[in-house]
């Protein structure tokens, strides 16, 4: 009991100290490591956990830096070279002037949109949860959207913040079949994924979209005219729908390309026995828009000083994204080293509440931990498994108390500077991820209410 107190405590220490450093813009990436790396080292010196590797060096000390190589390499098995990928793909989107065919393309169609921007925007969240389904990486499909939705929105009159913001809206809910949370919470609550998508996620998920469209239209428009007032440059420089394109127009095709092949030969459309990885399906559409510079210029030398850019935009994602994705990771994995978790858990149970209450405090704090992990794997996958003994203890099914801390996840990674998809996204358009992360917190209080509220009072 003493042992827990204790580690609570340097947990809270720590993570106020770093929220200062930031507050107070130190590097993020040194900050989250340093206060990770501590984290570990104190749960280790304290009894509380070793310092865990996959390959330990022999010394506690050297197992430390161990686990920075351990979290750069699976982060780059995972989602890391799919983000760099994609990152440098946008980067040639920008160089060969595709992008610019594509908002050439749309915004005569769309120029309806332009004496009601926020509809706009808003339209946006509902289209982009339907692709988040075919690509369930909350970063992917952010960086995809930049590239091909972005663009469209701040021609269309929307700022920059609040395109990003409703981007940043389309990963809200890891839901469908997908989802590696809700293949986790289904496994949980012994049902298929199929199953609780369909009977358990959706029911809640749909109301609960409609009530942040009208969160996120009214709030952006408020922080945009209070941004304004204050003399920011909130508007990117529109392109000029006159200016003669230096590109073909079938070039506005290929910023959708790598979309179209994850629709198309996604689980969901199934009408190829094909399934593309989201790293493949954008150097498919790399090789094949390389392709068609190639015939477009006939130049090989100037085409493949093209292609530079394409290395040059990997880079950025992997100075800006990635290093801050692995520190997040290392910071993250240190609160849970120090039982921050646990400790959480033990303390909601043992307040004596109803079992609606422990449920409705548990999403709280789910929602509270993404935010601070930067991830809603992480969050949930830490929470989840401890959940249905909890629930059979206090009599109500496993699915009740589960499905609304699942959700709540992802929604918390929304609203964090330092999740992979707002750094990801602001890192592309130029803009703060905590600015990004602050336009996002209004709306997200509202919309993890609502879903609480439409959870536990109607019983959906």
Known sequence: MYMGALSFILCIAIIVGTAFLLYRKYNPQAVLI???????????????????????TGTSIFDLIQIIEERFISNFTRAGLMIMVIGGYVAFMNKIQATNALVHIAIKPLAFFKKYPYIASIAAIPIGQLLFMTTPSAAGIGLLLVASVYPIL?????????ALSVI?????????PGSANTALASQ????????YFLKHQLPNVVPTTVILMAVFYWNNKRCDKRDIAKGKQIFSEPMDENQKLEVPKCFALLPLLPLLLLIIFSDYIGLFHVKLSTTVAMLISFIFSVICIIVYKRNIKEVFSLIGSFWQGMGNVFATVITLIVAAEIFSGGLISLGFIDSLVSGTT????????ISVLITAIVFLAAMLMGSGNAAFFSFGPLMPGIAAKLGMPAVQMILPMQLAASMGRATSP???????????AGVSPMD?????????????????????????
């Open 34 to 56: 340093f206060s990770g790396l501590s984290m570990v080292a104190l749960a280790a010196s304290i009894g509380i956990s070793p310092v865990e590797v996959s390959k330990p």
């Open 154 to 162: 701040v021609n269309l009159g929307v700022s920059k913040l609040t």
């Open 168 to 176: 940043s809206a389309a990963t809200l809910f890891d839901q469908g």
């Open 188 to 195: 949980l609550v012994d049902m298929g994924a199929i199953e």
């Open 350 to 357: 043992t307040l004596g509440f109803s079992g609606i209450a």
């Open 418 to 428: 330092i999740a992979g998809v707002i750094v990801a996204i602001a890192g592309v």
């Open 436 to 460: 990004l992360a602050k336009r996002n917190l209004l709306p997200l209080i509202v919309g993890i209410s609502s879903l609480t509220i439409i959870h536990f009072v109607f019983g959906i």
